[in-house]
């Protein structure tokens, strides 16, 4: 089975910079994705690591280390409207190429 | 179309009732995933369609649940005899295949069973 984990709340100010962290344990990997969900809203695609190293795309960078089963979600410059959630999605090696999602994280954006 | 497309959008039903949730997949993508959210939880696997293989319904959570895709176009969700705890999100995602692609999600179908 997988196993994720994600802080369940954070905050932090606009104008900041704050990491979000995921750690996992898969029978094998196969990437890991990060997704922004607004409230009533669908997740759309962040972020897509499969190899080591950072990924940086804007004000948004995606660290993973496979060794030590870890990834974080970096956003610079915080807006208001970067106040959504968080989730963290893994997907295993060995055929299966169904991705298992964390809880999100809750990030809130105070001025 | 240009994303994934999903009806109905929000859908009341009462307890005991069948519910049919549809989704439309972005043209051209083999993959068909079908997720629940409930409120304030995380997004739980439900099943998987790749192409014309066999579909991966190890995350319906009772046989109240069955999947059906059309080739590799639409794709319903069935829910029979729907009971208060189905209240959730039913979230539909494509990807264009197998492997290292990004997976693409619908709005959902908000449904609540009173």
């Known amino acids: 089975g997988q196993n994720i984990d994600q802080p369940t709340e954070m905050t932090a100010t606009e104008g900041a910079i704050v990491q979000i962290n995921c750690t996992y344990q898969?029978?094998?990997?196969?990437?890991l994705f990060w997704y922004q969900q607004h409230a009533g809203e669908a997740p759309t695609f962040l972020s897509y690591n499969v190899l080591d190293g950072l990924e940086e795309k804007g004000r948004f960078s995606s660290f993973l280390s496979r060794s030590k089963g870890y990834s974080y979600l970096l956003l610079k410059e915080l807006q208001m409207k970067d106040s959504a959630s968080y989730l963290c999605?893994?997907?295993?090696?060995?055929?299966?190429?169904?991705?298992?999602f964390g809880r999100g994280t809750s990030l809130i954006v105070h001025p | 179309g240009a994303g994934v497309s999903q009806s109905p959008s929000n859908k009341v039903t009462e307890k005991g009732k069948d519910v049919e949730l549809r989704c439309d997949p972005i043209?051209?993508?083999?993959?068909l995933y079908w997720y629940r959210q409930r409120l304030g939880q995380g997004l739980e696997f439900l099943i998987y369609f790749q192409g014309n293989s066999a579909p991966d319904k190890s995350g319906l959570p009772s046989d109240r649940f069955s999947a059906e895709r059309t080739g590799e176009s639409v794709s319903t969700l069935t829910i029979q005899r729907t009971q208060q705890e189905d209240s959730a999100v039913y979230l539909c995602?494509?990807?264009?295949?197998?492997?290292?692609?990004?997976?693409?999600f619908g709005e959902g179908s908000w449904l609540t069973v009173v």
């Open positions: 898969t029978s094998g990997f196969n990437g």
């Open positions: 999605a893994v997907r295993a090696s060995g055929g299966s190429y169904i991705p298992t």
């Open positions: 043209s051209g993508h083999t993959a």
């Open positions: 995602a494509s990807s264009p295949g197998q492997g290292r692609n990004t997976i693409y």
